[in-house]
Every structure is written in C-alpha cells, then in structure tokens.
C-alpha cells in the first residue's frame, strides 16, 4: 500500500513554504486553499496574514507569487483581488497523481490516519420483542455508513447495540409464557416473519390478560422482580424473547443489506450486573443523592416547565434500575474495557436530554475525561409525503420491512424499464440493490440533523442527486470499460488534458480528503455530495471527450484510465456508505 499525497496538499505545502520565507512569521501559517469556478484552487489565507504583518495585501501576494516555482505541480499562479491567489495545477501532475492512486488499488492512494483511536458506534437499537419501524431506520444507515468511513481512515470501530431487551415489560411477558408454555416456537424454527408474528401474538395475548386480571398483574410484577434477581427459570424465558427476536432483527438487517455481528449485539440487560455499582459509585462520590427515596443526578442548567431542575433518575424509589443506569454502567464499560477514545451515539435526537444527563454525569463521575469524547449524533425525524411524521394512511407507524419491501419494489420497475439484456433473476437482484441503496442515499443524503421526506419516487429517479443516477453511472462506466475489450487503461502524463478531463480529474483526486472530512465531521452528506458530483464531472467528460473513438491510441488508454479511476471512486465511496454498485444496470 502506497499513499499518496492529494494535489491539494502539495500545493497548499508549496503556499506554505513559499510564505513562510516571504515572511518568516508565517511559518505554520494555512493559506487556506479551496477549489474554484476560475482556477483549480484558490488561496486566500494572504488577507489575514498581511493584516498581521501590517503589510498590504496585494504587495504580499506578489512577493509570495514570485517565490513559487512554476512549470511542475503548479503551472500557474497569479494574483486575483487583494490577498487572493489562483493557482493552476499542471496536466502532467494530475495525471501522475492519479497513476498513482490507481497503482494502489483498492485504498485510491488514501493514507490512513496517524492518530488513529476507537471509537465506540452505538447504533441500530431496535428493541425486543416489538417490531422494528422507519425511526429504526436512520440509526442503523447512518451508524453503518458513519462506521464505514471511520475504519477506512484508519480509525477502529466497535459497534455496539444497545437493544431494548430489559425491563419491566418482560415481567408480563414472561408470565404469560411461564403460564402458557409452547406459545413461543423455537427460534431455530422459525424465520423472521414468522418470528415477529408470535412476537406479536404473545404481546397481545398477554396484555390483554394483563389488562383484565389483577392476579395475574400481581405474578407479573413478582416476575419483574425475578427476572432482575437473576431466577435461572424466568432468565431462560426471557432469552426465548431475545432469541426470537434477533432472528427477526437479523432478518430486517438482512433485508436492509447491512451486516450486524453477535458479539457487537450488547443490550441493555448486559449492563445489569454493573448497575447497582454505577449507582454505588455515583452516591459515594456525590454525584448522586437521594430525593424522595431515588437516586438522582442534579443540573444547574437543566430545568423543565415551571423552572424545576429535571434529574437524572439512576436508581427508582422501588430499587429498580433504568435507561439511564444501562447508559452510564454501558459508559464504564465502553472507556475502561473498550479503551475506547470517542464514544458515538447515533440516536434520535429526542433523546439528547438523556445524553446531555448522561454525558454531564459521567464526567463528574470521571469516568469521561479529557481523553475521551462522547458525541450523540441526535437525527431527524423521517416525515412523510405531508411533512408530518411518517404513519400509515390508518395513521399507524410504518413498518421498516413493508417500507423496504415497497422501495424494491419501485425498483423493479425502474430496472425492468430500462433493462435490455438482464434475465428475471437478474432484475429481482438488481432491484433489490437499487432500492436499498435509493433507501440508504436518501437518508445519508441529507444532514443527520435535519428531518427528511420518505419520497420513493423521487428516491428512485434516475435524474438527480439519487443513489440510482450514480449506479447508472458506474454501470456505464463498466460497460465502456468492457467494450474496450483488448484495449487495457494506462495513464500518459504526456497528454494534453481538455478542460472536462482537468476537472474530473482534480475531483477525483480529492477523493481521501472528503472521506476524512465526512468522517471527521460524522457528516455522510459530504461523501454523497462528493459522489454525486464525480458523477456529473463524468457524464460532462463524457459528453465532451470521446473515449473509445479518441484520436490516438494513447488518448484511448488514458481516457479509459480516467473511466476506471472514476469508477472505481464510485465503487469505493458507495461501499463506505453501504450502498451497492452492480456491474450492469
Ligand atoms: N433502544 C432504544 C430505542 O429504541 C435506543 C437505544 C439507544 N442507545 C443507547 N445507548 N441508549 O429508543
């Protein structure tokens, strides 16, 4: 594996120096450097140094210009505006720079960071026994993709899911089973429709018994109490729940294309042992006090109506222990077993007020400290075509595997339309990674914080910013690639490049960069911006440049370079954020 340095880099490193001995003082300064419409890059960090230098702006620009050596990596370079600079990188350093990213192979040239750390994703935290819906949806994609990039910059990721599997809800649950053995099938008979249905069926009948008969309340909550006491009995039913209930979970995540491992399957229940520690903790050191028999945490700044101050609850009156002592036992676990160094949440953001409790008591308890941050990616809401939270017309949530099933479905039709050569089987295939990935892009698309519309139609488009129009592109790109037959890519530094090809390459060269500041950022939106305009910087390449009909054989090859580098650009970005790109389309 060899790295390489992206174009921006070296020419940001060549302003650097070239300030530095302009004026010394500015060593270490940034020449803040961004790609624009009238040159390749533009630098204007000359402004705020000539401010500090109390030098004017234009003089100090010509004098850092007449330092740059020009003719190599960078061709030209002038002065635009005060302090402004327009730099032109030269054709043979593009191409290079890409040979050489494309001589690495899968990593495109793309070093991995030195000061790698774990980071801890919780993520995809469905809860059992109850089925998963559409606000499921947007923790598993985005954990997935945000995991994705984090480990190709190098970063280690562990993910954990903090599924719903404890409480007092098993209590009735678990009565009802005790009482009416055999209602639940073994979960290695059943798949996970099947699953879910006597999921559901044992919910219901046992509510209902519930509802109706103060005796059997009564066992249940004993039962609550046995299940917390660690009762071998009421522990084995309890598993057939969870048991059940992940081939369900397994199936959803199947459907959703996205892998989930068993060991990295930590729910709330793993915490249990550690709790009453945690509480323990909390009240010797004072983080905690008691009030009106529980055990809560105080903020100064935290108040809810009428001005009261909101507590953490760690411990209820009862004894029993909640959401909040799983999270802070769960946070222990994370930072001194796990060492890890970021703590990532990805979960709706109407729970930030836990987090912010959670966080905030962790931190005076010292177990988050300065060599740790804890972040919750709070997301938005899924609305529907009306802009309100996303329900059924009977006004019900949605369930995710109807969602999915539809979006596949919608699919098909797209591919079948446009589909000349691919058999039944081919289409079904295809359809189902085109409609995942519309699912998956839509969402990674848009800013975690902002809600979003669950639009098919337009998910599935073939015009736009949609993950179906960069699929086409690749499959395009492929496809050109095959015809090519004989004739291998290879790169010519020697070649004149046409504007089109000056631009996509520049872009595709930025590849590493983008996916470091996504992953820095835990922003998705910025690698899906970045692939969507690969994708449209190759559709004007394309246009312009003819690559199979060029005029020489060595343009031929060194077109069908940039084609392979840019589909392989494609291939890879998509793969970060889960989303597939088949060969045909
Ligand atoms: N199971 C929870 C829910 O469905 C989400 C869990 C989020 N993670 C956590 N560590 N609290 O709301």
Known sequence: ??????????????????????????????????????????????????????????????????????????????????????????????????????????????PLKEDAGVTVVDYAQPNVAKEMHVGHLRSAVIGDALRGMLDFTGERTIGRHHIGDWGTQFGMLIQYLF????????????????????????????????????????????????????????LELWQQFVDESKVYFYSVFEKLDMEIRDDEIVGESAYNEGMPETARLLEEMGVAVRSEGALVVFFDEIRGKDDQPVPLIVQKADGGFGYAASDLTAIRNRVQDLDATTLLYVVDVRQSLHFRMVFETARRAGWLNDGVTAHNMGYGTVLGADGKPFKTRAGETVRLEDLLDEAVQRAAEVVRE????????????????????????????????????????????LNGDTSVYLQYAYARIRSILRKAGEVAPAAHPELELHAAERALGLHLDAFGDTVFEAAAEYAPHKLTAYLYQAASLFTSFYDKCPVLKAETPQQVENRLFLCDVTARTLHRGMALLGIRTPERL
């Open 179 to 234: 009482e009416h053995p055999g209602e639940l099938a073994p979960a290695e008979d059943v798949d996970g429709e099947q699953a879910m249905s006597n999921l559901n069926r044992v919910y219901k009948a046992s509510r209902a018994v519930f509802d109706a008969d103060e005796e059997f309340k009564e066992r249940a909550r004993k039962r609550v109490v046995a299940l917390q006491s660690g009762d071998k009995e009421t």
């Open 1 to 110: 594996m060899a790295s390489v340095t992206s174009l921006s880099d070296s020419v940001q490193q060549h302003l650097a120096s070239a300030l530095s001995a302009t004026r010394p003082e500015a060593a270490g300064a940034d020449p803040l450097l961004r790609r624009s419409d009238r040159a390749d890059y533009q630098a204007n960090g000359i402004l705020a140094l000539a401010k500090k230098a109390k030098a004017n702006p234009r003089e100090l620009a010509a004098e850092v210009v007449a330092r740059i050596t020009t003719g190599g990596l960078i061709e030209d370079v002038e002065v635009s505006g005060p302090g402004f600079l327009n730099i032109t990188v030269g054709d043979r350093a593009i191409t290079e720079n890409l040979a050489a990213r494309y001589a690495d192979g899968e990593r495109l040239g793309v």
């Open 418 to 461: 446009k589909a000349r050569d691919l058999t039944e089987d081919e289409i079904q295939e295809r359809a189902a990674q085109v409609g995942i990935g519309a699912v998956k892009y839509a969402d990674l698309s848009t800013s975690p914080s902002r809600d979003y519309k669950f639009d098919l139609d337009q998910m599935v488009s």
